[in-house]
């Protein structure tokens, strides 16, 4: 007998996310993704000054919170032919480099670790034994006895009081959970330590950008931060010195006690290495510029496309190809619903057909989300660390190649495993331990510039919009911590005429396509078996694998419908 | 801080400060906690031993919903310290609900609102990410199929008192930047009336969302505000007046270019689009991330996040504010900077005019506006 289930709201993510799915025969049969809020930031950005756009886009998402920043700045770069100084990409990989090592173990720990660690029984565990699991996994310090027994009497005082607070009413005691008690402590034990470790390493941020989440450094033409040795006011020697810091603790954990953790954990779990796969197409604009450039060839992660999981042929991407459609998203286009638009050519204009709230169930058949599907050839991708990850690894990347064999071979699996929700969850260790690495050869780059006396951090040549041409259009791209990342602009006189952003979550969160094409959530939930259809906590480990992030996805619709505002000549 | 270096002169009681050992926070930590809250709050430190008793009693349950938020306000709040965030959620409070932390997920996240909702009505604190979008009956936001008008309303009725956290939930922000394609509004504008503080900024800063939870706890009430609710002791002054480079401001020093020596050796940043002369808020006292920095110490101007419909007027960005004057008199540019925010209160005090100025404006001019 099939029968249909919502999960609303899925947790543990940014924004507003619902699956719905079939269930037959203890399996899913087939899904639906949908997001259920908007707010119009494309609409809002028109008529705009372009070089203000990247405040407005960061606030696309909070978590991830430079990504849109970068991708907005780089359209706008692109359209006016802007090159920034070497001190600029420096420090702008520095930024992006340790938001995808801070934002990858927030993941893992407080968003998808609970989908895999029971907390509950990690107060049967031996706190003794506990610190003899950890310290055969590594050499991090702090796993004495004496650290898992405080662990243990921390929580089991707070399981006392009665309220459980974030952690009540979840799946625990589910039959798919498989760790042995020791195991779940040590989880345990890290949730609490990453929690602390996030808020350090993430200065950098504050150091470069004044704050984080949302910081405020980034200009077109390069960043605010100034960089001089002989000032208090500046990046300096000192400051350096805190930077290197922060970014060794980031590197150690991450060597230490994310790797260790998720090779520990996953070795309970390696059914999932055959589960969750979905559409099998990757992308990857690539990202982290090893030269200044300018060009796309010397990336540290590199650019392409993987189709069919056809890891022999990496592909040339070309953002031509690239389209959107809205056959099932709540949104009308002029030329009919059934063809794809470029995003320079994108058209927004919203017609809600979802059922009045409140609603139990949507129209499936019809329209059911409020994100658009993204098409590369027409073909539905998945993106993010796994397709990152993939792309290097297929095109030769030395440092990719050494940790994912190196972690297939802890696993005792083979490379085909990587085509899962396990494989996915895995590829962000690999992706965060590579830029972890990174990092700080950025930092010792920016101080051999600024020991030859190199500060600039801005190139002002077109900075005064009376230097732009009438008309131009640029395409902005990142490698965010969740996957390709896409910003289209024109500008017209000075101002946004259009701007369009296709981020990771449409890719991976959009609905079915004209030709009834799933997206790469709704593909990778079909067949993954469920124990329990009131708790069904396998929706979770698959979708989280994702790393899902909402707000994102659903930044671009034009509320209104309006016509593009035409800008008149000043 | 000086109260660090004179813990003496404070005196919790030492059953307290063996219960916190006990729970994993060291009594330094404690005391520091204590009293640098204290002092968030504008208060006299003899107040410290009253702010121990109230983190002593029972948990406060709090709900934290998000509507067309980014999640940045629970991210900020992750990057708390002094309690830091995961002593907050095992010891100070009990988050009975939060869509980015709880483990529960579907009918069962919504099962545990809807509890705490019912067993703690009138005692739980509500705090509110994001706007809420009232266009269309509420189609632009649901949350397991329903409104996101409803379900806030319902919540903010419930509740002892909201906190709206970020600029979003306090004024609209950016959803309810012009043209408004979804109809956001902030909480007071969708439940008029109701006990509600507002933490504006983009996003809030977490030691201002402490601060205000401590208060509660330690008063029984909210800390005093200004007439948009924010509180005095986080927003009573303006950035302007406790700025480090307004020394450079008095004395005529103006970075002219970003990068430029002047820009370099921390000049100000007024000509380079800085709005702190029209904004309140306390960034330049308290900064972020545990004191490491904030816009002007990292040498971008203010954008003035923490006033409201603040993408529409202080926007663009990188243009100045309309000329200041007389550079280097103190008096002068106060009474300017007065003036410049009624001047622009009625320049862009509705949506349409805000967005059609714009427009029509030329970036790079100045904008004249006519003191009072
Ligand atoms: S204009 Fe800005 S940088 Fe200059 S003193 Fe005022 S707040 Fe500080």
Redesign the pocket.
């Known amino acids: 007998m099939a029968k249909k289930i919502a999960v609303d709201p899925i947790t543990r993510i940014e924004g507003h996310l619902r699956i719905e799915a079939q269930l037959e025969g203890g399996k899913i049969a087939n899904a639906w993704s949908s997001s259920t809020a908007f707010r119009g930031i494309e609409t809002i950005l028109k008529g705009r000054d372009p070089r203000d756009a990247h405040h407005f886009t960061q606030r696309f998402c909070g978590v991830c919170t430079t990504v849109h920043s970068m991708a907005s700045i780089r359209a706008v770069e692109d359209a006016l032919k802007i090159q920034i100084p070497d001190n600029a990409r420096l420090i702008r990989n520095i930024i992006m480099g340790i938001q995808n090592v801070q934002d990858h173990v927030i993941h893992f720990y407080h968003l998808h670790a609970l989908d895999w660690v029971d907390i509950t029984s990690a107060l049967k565990a031996d706190p003794k034994k506990t610190a003899q699991l950890a310290q055969s996994i590594s050499d991090w310090p702090n796993s004495s006895v004496k650290h898992f027994k405080a662990v243990k009497e921390r929580i089991a005082a707070f399981v006392s009081t009665g309220r459980l607070g974030p952690f009540q009413n979840a799946y625990w005691g589910h039959s798919a959970y498989r760790l042995p008690p020791e195991a779940n402590l040590m989880a345990v034990a890290h949730y609490l330590e990453a929690l602390e470790w996030q808020k350090e390493v993430i200065k950098v941020h504050a150091i470069l950008g004044s704050k984080n989440p949302h910081p405020q450094t980034f200009l077109v033409g390069g960043m605010a931060i100034p960089v001089d040795p002989d000032s208090q006011n500046a990046i300096n020697a000192d400051k350096i010195a805190y930077m290197q810091k922060l970014l060794k603790k980031a590197r150690l954990f991450v060597e230490q006690v994310y790797i260790p953790d998720l090779l520990a954990v996953a070795s309970f779990y390696k059914d999932w290495a055959a589960i969750g796969g979905g559409v099998g197409n990757y992308l990857a604009y690539g990202d982290f510029h090893m030269d200044n450039a300018g060009g796309t060839d010397n990336l540290y992660f590199p650019r392409g496309v993987i189709m069919g999981k056809d890891l022999a042929n990496v592909l040339p991407m070309d953002e031509k190809k690239i389209t959107e459609y809205v056959t099932h998203s709540w949104y009308d286009y002029s030329g009919g619903n059934d063809r794809g638009l470029h995003p320079y050519q994108g058209e927004t204009s919203h017609n809600y057909t979802g059922p009045k709230p409140p609603y139990d169930f949507l129209d499936t058949d019809g329209k059911y989300s409020w994100v658009k599907s993204p098409r590369y050839n027409d073909q539905p991708m998945e993106v993010g660390p796994l397709a990152r990850v993939l792309v290097a690894y297929a095109s030769g990347n030395q440092d990719a190649k050494t940790i994912v064999n190196y972690v297939l071979g802890q696993l005792g699996v083979g490379p085909e495993a990587l085509f899962s929700t396990l494989g996915r969850t895995a590829a962000r260790g690999v992706d965060c331990l590579m830029m972890a690495r990174m990092n700080e050869k950025w930092v010792a780059d920016l101080v051999n510039n600024m020991g030859r006396g190199i500060y600039e951090t801005h190139n002002a040549e077109k900075w005064d919009p009376s230097t732009w041409p009438k008309e131009a259009q640029g395409f902005g791209y990142h490698e965010a911590p969740r996957g390709a990342l896409g910003h289209w602009i024109r500008i017209e006189n000075g101002q946004i005429a259009n701007f369009q952003a296709v981020v990771p979550s449409t890719w991976n969160a959009g609905p079915r396509d004209a030709a009834g094409q799933m997206g790469p959530y709704e593909s990778a939930l079909v067949g993954t078996p469920i124990a329990d259809e009131n708790k069904p906590l396998e929706i979770l480990r698959t979708i989280h694998s994702f790393d899902p992030c909402l707000a994102c996805a659903v930044h671009v619709m034009d509320g209104k419908g309006n016509e593009l505002i035409k800008v008149k000549a000043l | 801080m000086k109260t660090e270096h004179t813990p003496n002169e404070v005196s919790i009681p030492e059953e307290t400060l063996r219960k916190w050992e006990a729970r994993g926070v060291s009594r330094r930590d404690f005391i520091k906690f204590c009293t640098a809250t204290t002092a968030a709050m504008a208060l006299p430190m003899t107040f410290v031993p009253r702010v121990a008793q109230a983190m002593e009693d029972n948990r406060l349950p709090v709900i934290w919903v998000e509507y067309q938020s980014c999640s940045g306000d629970s991210e900020a709040f992750l990057r708390a310290n002094q309690p830091a965030a995961g002593d907050i959620i095992l010891d100070v409070i009990s988050l009975e609900y939060s869509e980015v932390l709880m483990a529960a997920a579907g009918h069962l996240a919504e099962e545990a609102k809807q509890q705490a909702m019912e067993k703690y009505k009138g005692k739980y604190v509500l705090i509110v990410e994001g706007a809420i979008p009232k266009g269309d009956g509420g189609v632009y936001c649901t949350v397991a199929g329903r409104s996101a008008v409803d379900s806030c309303t319902e919540l903010v009725r419930n509740a002892a008192a909201t906190i709206c956290v970020g600029s979003c939930a306090s004024f609209g922000g950016i959803p309810a930047a012009a043209p408004n394609p979804t109809d956001a509004v902030s909480v007071m504008d969708l439940v008029p009336g109701a006990p509600v503080i507002n933490l504006p900024g983009c996003p809030v800063n977490a030691e201002n969302l402490t601060a205000t939870i401590v208060h509660f706890l330690t008063f029984g009430k909210l800390p005093a505000t200004d007439r948009l609710g924010r509180p005095k002791f986080a927003y009573g002054k303006r ?2 007046d406790n ?4 020394a ?2 008095d004395a005529g020093q103006y970075a002219e270019a970003f990068g430029d020596a002047g820009h370099r050796q921390g000049h ?3 000509k380079l689009g ?1 709005k ?2 029209e904004t309140f808020h306390n960034c330049p006292t308290i900064r972020y991330n545990e004191g490491t920095s904030w816009l ?1 110490m990292a040498g971008h ?2 954008v003035g996040c923490s006033e409201p419909q603040f993408w529409d007027t202080m926007s663009p960005f990188y243009r100045r504010l309309p000329n200041v004057p007389g550079f280097g008199v103190e008096m002068t540019a106060d009474k300017i900077g007065i003036g410049l925010a009624a001047a622009t209160a009625v320049a862009f005090g509705a949506h349409g005019v805000a967005s059609c100025f714009r427009r029509g404006d030329n970036m790079e001019q100045d904008k004249v506006i006519e003191e009072e």
């Open positions: 950035i302007h700025c480090e480079r307004r450079h401001f100000c940043l007024y800085c702190g002369p002007v101007g203010c």
